[in-house]
């Protein structure tokens, strides 16, 4: 189903239902309620609109907070309007009233969201998920193609058609990431935005609370094992300015989406290797493990894309 069909009006019409009928939001949002905000529509005189309900699963797709404010005042209905269709759709719905509406979503809450609906509809255009989360569509370009690599990488569809993780170390990542901008969020819902088990969240939360990074030592992936001299021997050898100088004046990529894009990666992405003692020196203690995991992830990412390259290059130009 497109983007569209899934976001078409809805037939308006409503029931009063049960409160206790409901069952828990997949909220996009990491920390969960906020009490204050279901306050604050208790205490409104406005009439609150209808909430929306998935109804194969009675699950609440918009207005948690509404129905916690209708506890708060001692009533045990609500109205509501049903939505029959996936939960894949369900999710996406919900993401779209919460960006909407005057509870935003926070920025880690819409990245997050992205990266979900990326994996049940990565069919969608980047600017028809951009428009959707609040998020620009360069931003969710770059999420498709680290979502993307990441799962070539690190997961296996078994016969059940699950898809399950060959190394858990990208999901420790985000899940650090989301333990650290949103620490009161429990284990399930860090687990579901990272595409790892609880357990692991609880074990990445005991990690990083004794100071530690959130990938143990044997798993931590060792793509580069290059020197410093090395890679200065490397970048000597080649003329970074001129090759991207050159890449930059060729129709064939700059007259393209894609090919822009790419130099756009190529140049945002460059590292001065001269300037890396000083990178190295100014991390804090505390951060070295998360910046370690990423450096080696952006870089298994792009030796991916280079393999992939060089398998295309002619015999005939290979040098």
Not at 51 to 80: C, F, N, Q, S, W
Not at 145 to 152: E, G, M, R, Y
Request: glycine fraction near 4%; aromatic fraction near 2%.
């Amino acid at each position: 189903m497109d983007i569209s069909s899934v976001l078409a009006p809805r037939s308006g019409r409503t029931e009063i239902i049960k409160i206790e009928s409901l069952a828990p939001a997949d909220s996009p949002r990491l920390a969960g309620e906020i009490n204050e905000h279901a306050e604050r529509l208790a205490e409104s005189d406005s009439d609150l609109p209808p909430i929306l309900v998935h109804r194969p699963t009675m699950r609440i797709i918009d207005g948690t907070h509404r129905v916690k404010a209708m506890a708060y005042l001692g009533r045990d209905e609500i109205e509501a309007e049903f939505y029959d269709g996936s939960l894949e759709d369900a999710f996406v719905l919900s993401v779209h009233a919460n960006v909407r509406h005057g509870l935003p979503l926070s920025l880690a809450d819409r990245r997050a969201a992205a990266r979900r609906i990326l994996n049940t509809h990565a069919d969608w255009s980047d600017r028809a998920i951009a428009q959707l989360t609040g998020l620009s569509a360069t931003t969710i370009s770059d999420l498709r193609c680290a979502t993307a690599q990441t799962q070539q990488l690190h997961t296996r569809i078994g016969r059940d058609g699950r898809a399950r993780p060959l190394n858990s170390a990208p999901g420790r990542r985000l899940a650090a990431e989301v333990l650290d901008q949103h620490p009161e969020a429990s284990l399930r819902e860090v687990a579901k935005v990272a595409g790892i088990s609880p357990g692991t969240v609880r074990d990445v939360r005991d990690r990083l609370r004794r100071g530690q990074s959130p990938i143990p030592e044997q798993r931590r992936s060792h793509t580069s094992n290059a020197s410093p001299r090395e890679a200065r021997k490397r970048i000597d050898a080649l003329d970074v300015p001129r090759v991207l100088e050159s890449l930059a004046k060729d129709p064939s990529l700059r007259m393209t989406q894609t090919g822009w894009n790419l130099l756009q990666w190529l140049h945002l992405r460059r590292v001065d290797v001269r300037d890396c003692r000083m990178v190295v020196d100014s991390v804090p203690t505390h951060r070295l493990g998360a910046v370690v995991e990423l450096a080696r992830v952006y870089a298994s990412i792009w030796e991916t894309i280079a393999t992939q390259l060089e398998t295309q290059i002619p015999h005939d130009m290979a040098s």
